[in-house]
């Protein structure tokens, strides 16, 4: 069964498929790509126990109520959706399907987007609505009336579909692994037009039905325009009050108490190529002007995933602290796998250009796949061994503990997440709640991680040709309290949720709350 919250609509959605651009393959082709579909999902997937119950599905029962529609789908387009489906049926925020070399035609992204932004109202459990969160600065020129929506009106009805029965609708086709993560990145997508929607939940305008928060309801048509020309009015943009920019970098922008009060705040972007850079600007920038007393605020409310989150908490806190560990399924493909990444590790060696996930170049990850990898999957074992995630910041044999680096602040963290983002920020939410390294405001990351995907060109079993590619999540991340980390996020210590209510003021809130975390005023 689907995830118990969005069932209404999602059996017997009928949506326009798209013209017939190629084959599809037959009946009996896709039936059977269906059957080798699920049987490679349930040799190959590191399924989550957290997840399977905090969504309450069954993902066998869960890729079967999508099989009539992948066998029927006779256009490329009806596969294609047909197939986002299946995938999605496995609540799992990493895979995805996209175009394979020879196979099926992929549709394109519109890049289009109505000139309006949502977003979530998390204040009654089981109860989450829509809400408008932002718009562009000539929304009303735009509208045929001349209507202008408010900050706050809550969205009724879409297109003359009531909100909740068109959100169910769009739940089939959305990567998530949480309910929360689901709600999050469904949000702002309810105004654009995306690839992996089918084109008959859409029209050519967007009318949308608010109600005001004196009850009163309107309707708002609004067109859609190129997405990154529309000049929005900035609703929705975090703001620190009390802070002045020090300097943006491409990990994080970098504030500092503008009244001279010994606190900073770290707004992360994403743990991407240029954090070890960033980093050891930051703790320069921190030694030549004496911060590294500092109390931090860190804010990763907007953050992205990547790697390499240890290096940076090394340098964050003063103190120990036990790192994400990791494993592989093994499965058919386990051996090709590690045989691959062993491979691109050697080339990457050989060019001295280190690898990306990793601070000594891979050696120590290829060791682990080349020693216990093969081993455990000679041994006939369900999952490898258990080692400090990806041996990317410790070997093997490492008790996963990490240690400061030499120069460290050693103030005080208060660390800020929501369901916005996931990955390695869930790793690095997981580091710092789980050893108990700062005080966490706000809401839970996403909830999705885990070690590695495979991808793979699926073709049709009986005639050979090409599909689509597709995705396995093949390996289970291991927060440091011993937990599966996928669909089970560390949670905070002050929950507070957004709402229409909140919203403008979530910022300051978050700081409020911040600064009576570390002892200070508020304000400083």
């Known amino acids: 069964m689907r995830?118990?919250?969005?069932?209404?609509?999602?059996?017997?959605?009928?949506?326009?498929?798209?013209?017939?651009?190629?084959?599809?393959?037959?009946?009996?082709?896709?039936?059977?790509?269906?059957d080798d579909l699920l049987a490679k999902t349930l040799a190959r997937g590191a399924f989550s126990d957290f997840k399977l119950q905090a969504l309450g599905y069954d993902i066998r029962e869960s890729m079967m109520a999508v099989r009539d529609e992948v066998v029927t789908a006779e256009t490329d387009h009806a596969l294609y959706y047909a197939l986002v489906k299946l995938s999605n049926a496995r609540h799992d925020r990493h895979l995805s399907v996209t175009a394979a070399e020879g196979g099926i035609a992929v549709p394109d992204d519109p890049g289009v987007a109505a000139p309006i932004r949502f977003h979530t109202n998390y204040g009654t459990p089981g109860g989450y609505f829509l809400f408008v969160a932002d718009f562009a600065k000539d929304v009303a020129r735009l509208s045929p009336d001349g209507q202008a929506p408010q900050i706050g009106d809550r969205l009724v009805a879409v297109n003359g579909q009531p909100a909740d029965d068109y959100i169910a609708a769009l739940e089939p086709y959305h990567r998530y692994s949480s309910v929360n993560?689901?709600?999050?990145?469904?949000?702002?997508?309810?105004?654009?037009?995306?690839?992996?929607?089918?084109?008959?939940?859409y029209q050519d305008t967007l009318t949308v039905t608010l109600q005001g928060t004196d009850g009163t309801a309107y309707d708002l048509t609004l067109p859609y325009l190129e997405a990154d020309e529309i000049d929005w009015a900035g609703h929705s943009d975090r703001v620190f009050t009390g802070f002045a920019l020090v300097e943006k970098r491409t990990t994080f922008d970098l504030y500092r108490h503008a009244g001279g009060h010994n606190v900073l705040v770290i707004a992360w972007h994403r743990f991407g190529s240029k954090l070890i850079e960033d980093m050891d600007w930051l703790m320069a920038t921190a030694r030549e002007n004496g911060w590294l007393g500092h109390d931090i605020i860190w804010d990763g409310t907007r953050s992205g995933g990547g790697s390499k989150g240890v290096y940076a908490l090394q340098r964050l806190t003063p103190r120990p602290f036990k790192t994400t560990f990791g494993n592989l399924r093994i499965s058919d493909i386990t051996g090709e796998f590690a045989r691959r990444k062993i491979a691109d590790i050697d080339t990457d060696a050989a060019r001295d250009s280190g690898v990306t996930e990793t601070v000594d170049a891979g050696w120590w990850l290829r060791d682990w796949?080349?020693?216990?990898?093969?081993?455990?999957?000679?041994?006939?074992?369900?999952?490898?061994?258990?080692?400090?995630?990806?041996?990317?910041?410790?070997?093997?044999?490492?008790?996963?503990i990490a240690r400061p680096a030499d120069a460290h602040f050693t103030g005080r963290m208060v660390c800020l997440f929501l369901p916005n983002g996931?990955?390695?920020?869930?790793?690095?939410?997981s580091m710092v709640i789980d050893n108990r390294l700062c005080h966490a405001i706000g809401m839970p990351a996403g909830g999705y991680s885990n070690t590695w995907e495979?991808?793979?060109?699926?073709?049709?079993p009986i005639s050979g040709k090409p599909v689509v590619t597709f995705m396995w999540n093949i390996g289970h991340t291991i927060r440091p309290n011993g937990q599966v980390l996928e669909g089970n996020p560390a949670q905070v210590d002050e929950f507070i949720p957004v709402t229409r209510e909140n919203f403008s003021d979530y910022y300051d809130i978050l700081l409020e709350r911040a600064f009576k975390a570390l002892d200070r005023p508020a304000g400083g």
Request: aromatic content about 12%.
């Open 181 to 201: 993560g689901f709600w999050q990145r469904m949000a702002p997508t309810v105004n654009e037009k995306k690839r992996f929607m089918p084109p008959s939940l």
């Open 454 to 460: 495979w991808e793979e060109a699926v073709r049709f």
């Open 369 to 400: 796949l080349a020693n216990d990898v093969m081993k455990g999957i000679q041994a006939g074992q369900a999952y490898t061994n258990n080692v400090p995630f990806k041996s990317a910041h410790l070997p093997k044999w490492s008790d996963g």
């Open 3 to 34: 995830c118990k919250r969005f069932t209404r609509l999602a059996a017997g959605l009928a949506f326009i498929a798209g013209p017939a651009l190629a084959d599809a393959g037959t009946a009996e082709d896709r039936a059977a790509l269906f």
């Open 422 to 429: 996931g990955s390695h920020l869930d790793q690095f939410a």
